[in-house]
């Protein structure tokens, strides 16, 4: 797997501070140099199959539609968004965010953070939901029946399994496990600096952006959600107080 992200955010004072910080330890050394190596290089030295972690749009993606890949692009509330993205920007050195959360969601809604403006990232990928090679699917809809997502990205990539690989496939990407997955967690990145605070993998849930909306801050992230969604039929799967999926 490569995940083209780190590239784009490493400042050469940054690495560095971060090379300095390890100095002695010739692998820490070594992995943080790797973090400013272009993501098109890494991927140019990786045999296929491959799979590839991006954030880019569709626009900044060229042919990648007529490439005869498969792609699973997963849509998330953005208020949800909003909330990992600024753990992530306060953990994380390279991105190195100080302030608080309603200061982010300001940036965040004026597109002021890496990777927006989200509503036209959104929107893109919802437009091409329909063809052959894109898979779209909410993040949402994966937290509610994750044994149902499962068979569905199986079924688009072609493949079979049976029920109890699909049990195990469930179990080991359960969040607990998933959390503690030295694959996936960037544990490495701790061990050297660049994570900073915090965890890379949190909660893995939905409707965590409760805990951090104040009153005021809601209603104009909603006013914000209905003025983008309003000539769109895109909407956002949600659950009623009963806990049912609507």
Known sequence: MCNTLFSMFNHPEVIDETIKMNEGD???VELCK???????????K??????????????????????GCKIVYIARNPKN????????????????????????????QNNLTNWSPYWEHLKEAWTN???????????EEMHHDFLK???????????????????????????KNFRN???????????CGVIKAGIFVRKGGSGGWNDMFTEELNAKANKWIEENLKDTDLTFPYFNINGNYK
């Open 46 to 67: 990786m045999p296929s199959k491959r799979f590839i972690k991006s954030h880019f749009p569709f626009s900044l993606l060229p042919n990648v539609l007529k490439s």
């Open 81 to 108: 968004v909003a909330i990992s993205w600024y753990h992530l920007n306060v953990s994380i050195k390279t991105l190195g965010f100080v302030g608080d959360f309603p200061t982010f969601w300001d940036y965040f």
């Open 129 to 139: 939901r329909n063809n052959p090679n894109v898979l779209f699917m909410f993040y």
């Open 181 to 191: 997955n030295p694959m996936v967690n960037l544990s490495e990145l701790k061990d």
């Open 26 to 28: 010739k692998a820490k």
């Open 34 to 44: 790797t973090l400013s190596e272009p993501g098109y290089e890494v991927l140019a």
């Open 149 to 175: 997502a499962i068979k569905k990205v199986a079924k688009f990539l072609g493949k079979t399994y049976t029920e109890e690989q699909i049990k195990e496939l469930a179990e080991y990407l359960n969040i």
